[in-house]
DNA sequence: TCCGCGTCAATACGACCGCAATGTGAAAGC
DNA sequence: GCTTTCACATTGCGGTCGTATTGACGCGGA
């Protein structure tokens, strides 16, 4: 047998690469030379790890939501056993939200991935399939609408902190009210 | 003189070619080619209209845009002199979720040109005036931290029901749950 | 009348695209 | 040591892209 080599962690190079043309130059500029170039590698490579450029679209789609899950993931376990439901849910959404650079730039991947999706159906189930069952944990922790709701808002937000249209502040002063309206019992009133 | 022709009315022609491939294909495959296809023409004519590419897309997003506004003029109109805020409100955002077909093909146009704007800064720069103006209106009728959140809420609202994630029915709850905690006065409350 | 210009069509060009075919090199098994 | 097989590189094909060029056609002004 001749020289082995991980696929798996090949192909998540290419994706890497992939991700970053993605967020420098938009998924318009996605093509099999680019992320090559990108990759240090040629378009060979990329050929033989991924059969059609579709596959790899979706791989990469799937890389961008293991990001966030893994983000998601860390920033639970960080927060320790058994945490308060209204920090536990704020922990999870801001991970959501484009508050650094590698969230900046998975943002914008994800939102190109958004687009993306507006034309190919199956790449559509995935993510509804991801949102879907972020709401319905979400519901455990919170009324049903309020969950509905606080993926919505989370959503719309990410698109106007990535767009420069809402500040930082804006987001998170936005986010903080919203979830002490659902978790407070109506705070503040005589 | 030659034979003169109303140049807007050839360039919105072009663009309502645009925006059909666009809702249809998806924003990256619109082309000149493409585009002239679908309005019938040929690409010297899209040329000899819109200089190069750019501006074809620029004067499309404008077009879009320019829905919306029409749109949501004329919702207000229908509601009659001095409505109350919350009524009024509730036209207005109501035009800018995807809750027919005229209304999703924007909204699928709208969101391609989102994406499209996350790598173009003068893209962008429009987008966020017209959110930001359309904010400082919301102002006028609602607390600001409230018209921030409502127009972060529709977006993802539109978002979701664009992608088929959320339901029309869902998507209307929350919109009207929300304002209902913003313009009635904590109901329910003894 | 005919000239000039606005309007549009036709075509060509160079660049880039996805993809397939083919070649090369090295390590594992015999 | 020869062969097999995986891991890549190279090259080329057919097609589409944006854009520039060129020309035809029609009509208003001289």
Chains 1, 2 share one sequence.
Do not use: C, N, W
């Amino acid at each position: 047998m001749p020289k082995r080599v991980d696929p798996t962690e090949r192909r998540t190079l290419i994706a890497d690469a992939l991700m970053r043309v993605a967020a420098e130059r938009g998924l318009e500029a996605v093509s099999l030379r680019h992320v090559a170039a990108e990759a240090g590698a040629t378009t060979g490579l990329v050929q033989h790890y991924f059969g059609t450029k579709d596959e790899m679209m979706l791989f990469a789609l799937e890389v961008v939501s293991g990001h966030t899950e893994a983000r998601i993931g860390a920033a639970v376990t960080a927060l320790g056993p058994s945490p308060a439901p209204r920090d536990l849910v704020r922990a999870m959404v801001t991970q959501m939200l484009p508050l650094d650079d590698a969230r900046r730039a998975d943002g914008k991947v994800a939102l190109a991935f958004f687009a993306y999706a507006a034309t190919r159906p199956e790449v559509a189930e995935v993510q509804r399939r991801g949102s879907l069952g972020l709401r319905d944990f979400f519901a455990t922790l919170m009324p049903y609408a309020a969950a509905t709701t606080l993926l919505a808002l989370v959503e719309g937000l990410g698109l106007y902190l990535l767009s420069g249209t809402y500040t930082v502040e804006d987001g998170l002063r936005v986010l903080d009210e919203y979830l002490d309206s659902v978790f407070s019992p109506a705070a503040g009133r005589p």
